[in-house]
């Protein structure tokens, strides 16, 4: 059986590592890949409602600590099987905590994985990375363009990866909006905000086409079958929700499912606006995924009975 502590800021885990648990994407793939481990060890940095939720798992051993200041030690009985990394600030601006929390602490954690003999390396990454996309769409072969400070942050840590990429392979998911009960700072979930108050949602390109979007549970599935495989070297590529639906009724999906009268009003205003192709991960990985439609609905009906604080509205009627 795999040790997993943590002393004066030494973290020993076992075969499988997850970071960034404290949020509800890292916590729900940290679930789903216990199904199937005996040992798995999920860390965070601070505790959150998520981390207390997978303490409780008897296949899971939960651990806190910062990457960018405590000593990192990797020691696992048998070694490290895979890592996968997602832990990032997402939600900030300032290009100090960018450069902390996406870039020296992935640089950081990789020096410790290296240490060990890991097979495999899955990073979440985000379509960010691409910028300034003009094309209408973003795929594996799209060129990276002026990327916002989020975006080069990103892209960065892609790199140190590719570097370390003859050691262990690495497969890099550059994600769209992740939906699910906890999901923040995109445009579904301020789409839903609205919705749960009866307030007005303004839109743009209503007539562009739209699946920048992932269920939760798909990426899990998609992350759990990554690791079921053997590979080699470094990819990076997006992933995203099958049969794009327009924008306008993308919101309207949103709007509906959570049982909402808001009205929608659209701003003629120029935006830049892009679908996702996502057809090399399909071909070349068995990546599947709902289609557009249903993850923005399962995502609202979902959303309407999760815990206060999750950034959806304050709205929740219970369950009918």
């Known amino acids: ?17 997850v970071t960034g648990t404290g949020s509800f994407a890292g916590a729900s793939m940290a679930l789903a890949l216990a199904e199937k481990s005996a040992s798995l060890t999920a860390h965070h940095r601070s505790r959150t409602i998520w981390s207390d ?43 100090a905590t960018l450069v902390k929390d996406n870039i020296d602490a992935t640089r950081r954690l990789i020096g410790a994985v290296l240490e060990t003999d890991c097979r495999l390396w899955i990073q ?11 094309n209408g769409s973003i795929s594996r072969t799209s060129p990276i363009v002026e990327p916002s400070p989020y975006g080069a942050s990103k892209r960065v840590a892609e790199t140190l990866l590719e570097e370390t990429s003859d050691r262990f392979a690495v497969r890099c998911l550059r994600l769209p909006a992740i939906l699910g009960a906890g999901a923040r700072g995109h445009w579904p979930s301020r789409v839903l905000n609205a919705a ?54 993308a919101a309207q999906v949103l709007i509906d499912s959570a049982g909402s009268g808001s009205v929608v009003t659209v701003d003629s205003s120029p935006r830049p606006s892009f679908y996702v192709d996502d057809a090399y991960a399909r071909s070349s990985y068995g990546y599947a995924s709902r289609s557009t439609y249903a993850a923005l609905r399962d995502y609202a009906r979902l959303a309407r009975y999760a815990r206060p604080g999750d950034d959806i509205g304050e709205k929740r009627p219970g369950p009918q």
């Open 124 to 134: 979440m990454s985000t379509v960010s990375v691409h910028g300034g996309n003009t």
């Open 1 to 17: 059986m795999a040790r997993a502590a943590v002393v004066e800021g030494e973290v020993i885990v076992g075969r499988g590592l």
């Open 196 to 249: 749960n108050f009866d307030e007005p949602v303004t839109i743009f390109n209503p007539e562009k086409p739209f699946n920048n979007a992932v269920h939760i549970d798909d990426l899990s599935a998609f992350v759990d079958h990554l690791t079921d495989a053997e590979h080699v070297g470094f990819d990076a590529f997006p992933i995203a929700s099958t049969e794009p639906i327009t924008v306008a009724e």
């Open 53 to 95: 939720l997978l303490s409780r798992h008897p296949s899971i051993t939960v651990i806190s600590g910062d990457l960018n200041h405590d000593r990192v030690t990797l020691l696992p009985d048998g070694g490290l099987d895979y890592v996968v990394n997602c832990a990032a600030a997402t939600t900030a601006t300032d290009r």
